[in-house]
């Protein structure tokens, strides 16, 4: 039995893993127990499906290619910390990874629906109160002490790292897209700090 929301929606969960088979049956059993189900193949189309619509509980996967799981939830914890989250791998022999930033773990072959479904409702009906973290204007920029004309940024959005050429020059004011998730990244370059380098 599943919960519904008291506007009578049923609620929406965000599955994440690489493997289409996993997606396709975590769909199916999920949406067989009345909830709404979006799936996403890696932690970059997971944050473009938590751009588009916030679920109510994210169940992901923690080793994918591009961005791995223990990547997105760092992420998801930072700009998203009232959403509850549920990991699952294969990796772990049933052992909660050490740093794992989830409420709950599963290992993948070891557990049934009816367990699943019984977190997913635990959690629902006690959503984690978590501090709010407010989410910066501007990006944080590192920049070098060496002559070799670069700035790191880290996109305020998927919070990779990623070098720019500092070949603009001019303004303290800059936009750049990041190269992992396409966001616009505004920073401030000080220009002083960049002539002395």
Not at 84 to 109: C, M, R, T
Not at 148 to 155: E, Q
Not at 169 to 180: A, H, I, K, L, Q
Request: charged share 20%.
């Amino acid at each position: 039995m599943t919960l519904k929301k008291l506007t009578g929606f049923n609620y929406r969960i965000l599955v994440v893993d690489d493997e289409p088979s996993i997606l396709r049956v975590s769909a199916l059993v999920l949406g067989t127990g009345g909830y709404e189900v979006r799936t996403a193949s890696d932690g970059f189309a997971a944050l473009v499906e938590l751009r588009r619509s916030l679920p109510d509980i994210l169940i992901s996967d923690l080793s994918m290619p591009n961005m791995s799981g223990f990547e997105l939830l760092s992420v998801v914890r930072r700009r998203f910390p009232h959403l509850p989250v549920i990991a699952i791998s294969g990796q772990y022999n049933g052992a909660v990874p050490s740093g794992l930033i989830a409420d709950a773990f599963f290992s993948k072959s070891q557990y049934d629906p009816e367990q699943l479904f019984a977190k997913i409702r635990g959690l629902l009906e006690q959503t984690p109160i978590r501090p709010n973290i407010s989410k910066p204007d501007k990006a944080p920029v590192w920049i070098p002490k060496n002559s070799t004309g670069y700035l790191v940024l880290t996109c305020p959005e998927c919070f990779r790292s990623f070098s720019v050429s500092d070949t603009e020059g001019g303004s303290e004011y800059r936009e750049t897209e990041c190269v992992y998730c396409g966001s616009t990244v505004s920073y401030l370059a000080d220009l002083s700090t960049l002539k002395k380098s």
